[in-house]
């Protein structure tokens, strides 16, 4: 049997708020081998399924190798719990791994799983595992999903360690703002955990089981944002300590110790960031945690995003430059092979340099080489010559235009259409996860137009409808009068210039302290403000974006020249 992919949906865990801490082996279908299940509180679905049992539908009888629909191949069961079963699978007519959950038709969640199946597919945002598929066909209910082979649970990366400070605040201000999204279209998790967050292997970070593990363990609530909120709290708790914020282990992870109640991140472990410490508690404050030092507590994932919005933007750490190593002799060159052998306290003696050639070939050679030397001074010399003649002619005439110019030169105003150089730019993406492809925002003004910095992917050209737009903040190194930024993007892109004012003394965070300048479309725009502009910090405003090649929405900004 395969090994189990991190990919697998991570459906088999209790629906109640403690956390769960036992694992259970479960057998697959067709009796080759056991699959561990993680998050999965065994001893409560082996009483589940010996009291209810009569009274629910068994798991259908799969094993590997069965199709479903003639279209998708069961390959390996990933879990088999409260009468479902979860597989990855092969979809034989577009030949790629997907995911699948399977269930009888009488099953008594089947109509709920396939009713959050099709909620969930309709939000279509690539920041959640996305449901290709549901179907319920004759005696059979079953979902598709995505499978991703290159993603890597949570729960995997703090088994080696917390997660790097940067790593932390993307991670949860990625998944909150996925989160606040969901919870806008009226859907929501309730089985977030450390299984059900994935870090790819671009960094982004992606959810699983959206509306549908919920549903195939029956989990509902009455507050679904507030229970949401306090999961992210729980994944930025354990991100930062590697310790789950409960009692009991879970995931891997230790819990607190008992008696003591929720502690702050920066007093279990030293050196966590203070801030996303303090985000963390006000998130979880939700479940009766104290937060007489912090600020008020977090009660659905839009508060949160919020809260993350008005932190100081931690930045990537920089790459430590590695000294290389010294260099070594080889140990050819190092052979004494051909020398004599090097006796302790005798200096060896320096070998004389072989003599100049003393052949009829080494003669001609200098003679000839002092010809040319010969040509070369008379033909410079004749050359600075007429240099020297021609500029005595042109002196007077130099003195006359000098001397007759209306005075323009000397005015001290700034010449149009100067070239003002850019002393530096970053991502901007004030309404998403804060974070746009920061690591390509140098090829905007490298002058080089084969390069460019990208936006993430989006489903449609008004950024799937998640936010108003991202853009690329200017810093021209001091306040300058600007008179045109010319852009060049790949694809028709719609843009909107935009100012901070001349008395910003440090970069405004913010969008609404850029003001809108000027807009354009096209694929080379001149933005020209309506009036005297001086400012140091400009935005580069993506409001719209143009269909690539791959089929996907997405900007690519090639290069940016601002002139006065």
């Known amino acids: 049997m395969a090994e189990r992919s991190t990919a697998a949906v991570d459906v088999a865990d209790n629906g109640d708020g403690e956390s769960p801490t036992a694992e259970a082996d479960q057998s697959t279908a067709d009796g080759v081998a056991n699959n561990r299940e993680r998050d999965t509180d065994s001893d409560e679905a082996q009483v589940s399924a010996e009291t209810h049992g009569s009274g629910k539908a068994s798991p259908p009888e799969l094993h590997s190798g069965h199709k479903l629909a003639r279209r998708y191949r069961l390959e390996e069961c990933v879990t088999r719990l409260d009468g479902f079963s979860s597989w990855r699978a092969v979809d034989e007519k577009l030949r790629r791994a997907v995911g699948v959950h399977v269930l009888p038709a009488e099953h008594a ?83 977030l955990n450390p299984n059900a967050v994935l870090r790819t292997s671009t960094g982004q970070w992606r959810i699983r089981g959206l509306a549908v593990n919920a549903a195939l363990r029956g989990v509902t609530s009455d507050t679904p944002q507030r229970a949401d909120t306090e999961a992210i709290g729980a994944l930025l708790y354990a991100s930062l300590t590697q310790r789950w914020p409960y009692e009991d282990d879970a995931y891997g992870l230790s819990g607190l110790p008992k008696d003591l109640g929720l502690i702050p991140p920066d007093q ?5 960031h203070r801030g996303l410490s303090e985000l963390a508690m006000r998130a979880l404050a939700n479940d009766g945690a104290t937060a007489s030092r912090h600020e008020s507590a977090c009660t659905t994932p839009e508060e949160l995003v919020k809260a993350i919005g008005e932190m100081p933007r931690i930045r990537p750490p920089e790459q430590a430059f590695t000294t290389p190593p010294e260099y070594q002799r080889t140990s050819y060159q190092q052979s004494p092979y051909g020398r004599p052998a090097a006796h302790p306290g005798v200096t060896q003696p320096v070998p004389a340099p072989p003599p100049p050639l003393q052949s009829r070939t080494g003669k001609a050679l200098k003679w000839g080489v002092s010809a040319l030397l010969i040509a070369a001074l008379g033909l410079g010399s004749w050359q600075l010559a007429d240099v020297l003649m021609n500029r005595g002619g042109k002196a007077d005439d130099q003195h006359q235009s000098q001397t007759t110019d209306d005075g323009d030169k000397g005015s001290g105003k700034p010449a149009s259409g100067k070239p003002i150089a850019i002393s530096g730019a970053r991502d901007f993406d004030p309404y998403g996860d804060q974070s746009e492809k920061p ?126």
């Open 268 to 272: 279990v472990r030293a050196g966590v």
């Open 109 to 191: 969640r089947a109509r709920s799983v396939l009713a959050a199946a099709r909620s969930s597919a309709l939000l279509g945002d690539p920041r959640f595992v996305q449901v290709l598929d549901a179907v319920e066909d004759n005696d059979l209910v079953y979902v598709v999903h995505e499978w991703l082979p290159d993603a890597t649970e949570l729960t995997t990366l703090l088994a080696s360690g917390p997660l790097e400070v940067y790593d932390a605040y993307q991670m949860v201000s990625q998944v909150s703002s996925a989160m606040a999204a969901a919870h806008r279209e009226g859907l929501a998790h309730l089985r």
């Open 439 to 564: 690591s390509q925002i140098g090829n905007v003004y490298d002058g080089d137009p084969s390069t460019y910095w990208q936006t993430d992917f989006y489903l449609s050209s008004d950024f799937g409808r998640l936010k108003s737009g991202v853009g690329v903040i200017l810093d021209l190194g001091k306040v300058q009068q600007v008179g045109k930024v010319t852009v060049t993007f790949v694809g028709n892109t719609s843009v909107e210039l935009r100012s901070a004012g001349a008395d910003a003394t440090s970069e405004p965070a913010t969008f609404d302290a850029y003001s809108k300048v000027a807009d354009g479309k096209g694929t080379t725009v001149e933005l020209k403000p309506g009036k005297a502009l001086k400012s140091r910090y400009l935005l580069v405003w993506l409001t719209d974006l143009p269909m690539q090649s791959s089929g996907e929405w997405r900007g690519r900004l090639a290069d940016v020249k601002v002139t006065s």
